[in-house]
Nanobody
Framework: QVQLVESGGGLVQTGGSLRLSCVQIGRALSSFDVAWFRQAPGKERERVSTINWDGGRTTYAESVKGRFTISRDNAKNTVYLQMDNLEPVDTAVYYC??????????????WGQGTQVTVSS
């Protein structure tokens, strides 16, 4: 019943910015923890950022800290990932994931289809 619809990926040059969006359909986003993951070819999936159900607690991977910002608008059932100062190593498919209480157990019930981010040199 829950569907996550992602958008905002694209091709940018080094130093550019993108904002990814993830809309949850079928259930109100309030009460859900949210995470962004990414996976590049030949590499393990990496958890990029998380935000708890009310937006009061966020985490970032060290590789993106200071460059990416996660936020949410529960009234719009939407979570965002603002990505600034992008680097080629950020190239990957980015996925959002949601779940109730997921931050505590690191298990995510719902996943988006992914959106491609490509950063050129």
């Amino acid at each position: 019943q829950v569907q996550l619809v992602e958008s905002g990926g694209g091709l940018v040059q080094t130093g550019g910015s993108l904002r990814l969006s993830c809309v949850q359909i079928g259930r109100a986003l309030s009460s859900f923890d949210v995470a962004w993951f990414r996976q590049a070819p030949g590499k393990e999936r990496e958890r990029v950022s998380t935000i708890n159900w009310d937006g009061g607690r966020t985490t970032y991977a060290e590789s993106v800290k200071g460059r990416f910002t996660i936020s949410r608008d529960n009234a719009k059932n939407t979570v965002y990932l603002q990505m600034d100062n992008l680097e080629p190593v950020d190239t990957a498919v980015y996925y959002c994931a949601t779940g109730i209480g997921s931050l505590l157990v690191d298990r995510w019930a719902h996943w988006g289809q992914g959106t491609q981010v490509t950063v050129s040199s």
